[in-house]
């Protein structure tokens, strides 16, 4: 089983045998490849301090934004050659920077329609 795993705008393969990891573990390994790709070296003591520092948030399907839970098994909840988003704690809007996603209005639909004069004043007579 493989899984397209998206990091800050970074896709990632990740491999997951035959999916028996936890959501949790699918996150923490994107991090770490994120991670490793960033600083452009073999993993090492120094990429540890920048995994300490940042953690997972969230892990979502991409297609419909649903969150995964940590604990699921991977196959039970994704399949194969399915796309992920890891959502990380720095990544999450903070009052001083306002939220990260759009936020939508929802569309305001009157309680009640006013008819215009010409319709009120029209006659059914004249129809018949």
């Known amino acids: 089983m493989k899984l397209s795993v998206r990091v800050r ?33 073999v993993e090492h003591d120094s990429n540890k301090n920048v995994t300490e520092i ?3 948030f969230e892990v979502r399907k991409t297609q ?15 399949d194969d050659n399915e796309f992920v988003s890891v959502v990380l704690e720095s990544d999450v809007s903070s009052p001083i920077t306002g939220p990260v996603e ?8 009157p ?8 319709v009120s004043s029209f006659s059914m007579n004249v129809i018949n």
């Open 54 to 56: 940042e953690k997972v």
């Open 64 to 78: 419909g934004g649903a969150i995964l839970d940590p604990a699921d098994l991977i196959k039970s909840v994704l």
């Open 9 to 41: 705008g970074e896709w990632f393969a990740v491999p997951c045998s035959r999916g028996n990891e936890t959501i949790g573990w699918l996150g923490e390994e994107a991090l770490r490849r994120y991670t490793r790709n960033k600083s452009g070296a």
């Open 102 to 109: 759009v936020t939508y209005i929802p569309e305001q639909v």
């Open 111 to 118: 309680g009640s329609y006013i008819l215009p004069n010409e």
